[in-house]
């Protein structure tokens, strides 16, 4: 019998542990080194690839692992957001606009579907943008690899100019970060849908 303590020391856990220390490394450093905090970010940001991968060789998938790999990426996203907003205090506005559309988007949807939140069957009545995102791996790798490439080359840029990476931030990154808050906004309105409909449905069955 598998106990609550075995599933928390399940090796996609683990490294999502090491992901959350990565992390906090990186915020630490980030007014005091700036290569350190970028290696500490980029190690955490590859553990979410990995973890994935280790879960399903090894049979070990969980709910509580898909929290904590959900939560991390959000709090990793925000947290960089906010040093931005410290970096580059004339764009405070739109990087909490950016929080607040990560945050409302990701637990909508999270909250809408009963299974996992990226497989067919969660989105088959969900908007076709949605499904495509989700489906077309090349595409949901492009949009979320490159929106945070973008956060931490602008990151950089503040502190170590250079016209190739200049380049690669704004003309291959920032599409890759607009299409994705596009998606952020459609997902958002889907599940809001989604929720108000199960709500609506529960309201008519109390009153027959």
Same mark, same amino acid.
């Given at each position: 019998?598998?106990?609550? !303590? !075995?599933?928390?020391l $399940? /090796? ?10 990565f992390?906090?490394? %990186?915020?630490?450093?980030? @007014? #005091?080194?700036?290569? &350190?905090?970028v290696? %500490? $970010?980029?190690?955490?940001f #590859? ?15 969980s ?12 709090? %990793? ?10 970096? $580059?205090?004339?764009?405070?506005f739109?990087? &909490?606009?950016? +929080? ?6 990701? *637990?909508?949807?999270?909250? %809408?579907?009963?299974?996992?939140? @990226?497989?067919? !069957?969660?989105? @088959? ?6 499904? *495509? ?8 790798? $492009?949009?979320c690899?490159?929106? !945070? &490439?973008f956060? +931490?080359?602008?990151y950089?840029?503040?502190f170590?100019?250079?016209n ?5 931030? /704004? ?7 607009? &299409? @994705?808050?596009i998606?952020?906004?459609?997902? *958002? ?20």
């Open positions: 019998m598998t106990t609550a !303590e !075995e599933v928390f $399940y /090796y996609p856990n683990i490294i999502g542990y090491i992901r959350v220390l992390m906090l490394i %990186s915020f630490y450093f980030s @007014k #005091i080194s700036w290569q &350190l905090s290696i %500490s $970010y980029l190690f955490a #590859i553990g979410d690839v990995v973890d994935g991968h280790v879960a399903r060789a090894f049979n070990q998938c709910t509580y692992g898909g929290v904590l790999d959900m939560v991390t990426d959000r709090v %990793s996203t925000c947290g960089l957001l906010v040093i931005l907003s410290t970096i $580059y205090p004339s764009y405070l739109h990087f &909490l606009c950016l +929080i607040s559309l990560d945050i409302f988007s990701h *637990w909508f949807h999270v909250m %809408s579907v009963t299974g996992h939140h @990226k497989s067919k !069957e969660t989105l @088959k009545h969900r908007n076709a943008l949605l499904q *495509w995102y989700y489906s077309i791996y090349p595409l949901f790798g $492009y949009c690899v490159g929106t !945070e &490439l956060y +931490i080359l602008l950089v840029l503040n170590y100019d250079n190739i990476l200049h380049q690669l931030c /704004y003309y291959i990154c920032l599409p890759a970060c607009i &299409l @994705k808050q998606v952020n906004i459609v997902q *958002w309105a889907s599940a809001a849908h989604a929720i108000a409909s199960i709500d609506a449905e529960s309201a008519n069955t109390k009153t027959q």
